[in-house]
């Protein structure tokens, strides 16, 4: 699929990091560092702007090592970025950790995976079907 893309950064455009990745590594594109004390978020620029095709969104999604090891993700996670979108591509990160963390020019900061959606036409009704689960909740189909 090609997407139209303009790189206002100073990083090349965003690259899979193997032939069988489903995210798209995303770079912060900084003047200078950004500190993110503890539980801070910030908005970090990617200079990246893109048109999606109809029926498409991009989601925004953390790094796993990022997360596992410094405690920062995405806070709105996925974040979604409409076809219809046309402004810079921008990630909210937080940091979770008791630590400080640095947000470095060109550091990879989030994943961005394409994918296609589609919309709903509400059909309004008096009763929906039977289902083995039922309108159990959260954690009702038991632990395994």
Same mark, same amino acid.
């Given at each position: 699929? *090609?997407?139209?893309? &303009?790189n206002k950064s ?7 990091? #193997? ?9 912060? !594109?900084? %003047?200078? /560092? &950004?500190?993110?004390?503890?539980? @801070? ?11 999606? /095709?109809?029926?498409?969104?991009? @989601?925004?999604? /953390? ?5 596992? *090891? ?5 806070? !709105?996670? /996925?974040? #979604? &970025?409409?076809? %219809?979108?046309?402004? =810079?591509? *921008?990630? &909210? ?5 008791? =630590?400080?963390?640095?947000? $470095? %020019?060109? $550091? ?9 959606h589609e919309q ?5 009704? =008096?009763?929906?079907?039977? #289902? $083995? ?7 009702? #189909?038991?632990? @395994?």
């Amino acid at each position: 699929m *090609k997407v139209k893309v &303009i790189n206002k950064s100073r990083h090349a455009l965003p690259e899979y990091a #193997t032939s069988l990745s489903a995210g798209l590594d995303l770079r912060a !594109n900084l %003047d200078e /560092p &950004i500190v993110l004390e503890s539980l @801070q978020r910030a908005l970090v620029p990617t200079g990246l702007y893109i048109a999606l /095709p109809e029926g498409y969104e991009a @989601q925004v999604r /953390p790094r796993s090592g990022l997360a596992a *090891k410094k405690g920062v993700t995405v806070l !709105n996670s /996925p974040g #979604t &970025i409409d076809a %219809d979108y046309r402004g =810079e591509v *921008k990630v &909210i990160l937080v940091n979770l950790s008791k =630590e400080p963390f640095v947000v $470095e %020019d060109g $550091e990879r900061i989030a994943q961005m995976v394409v994918a296609r959606h589609e919309q709903v036409q509400w059909e309004p009704c =008096e009763e929906l079907d039977d #289902t $083995e689960r039922g309108a159990g909740g959260f954690g009702s #189909t038991g632990r @395994q």
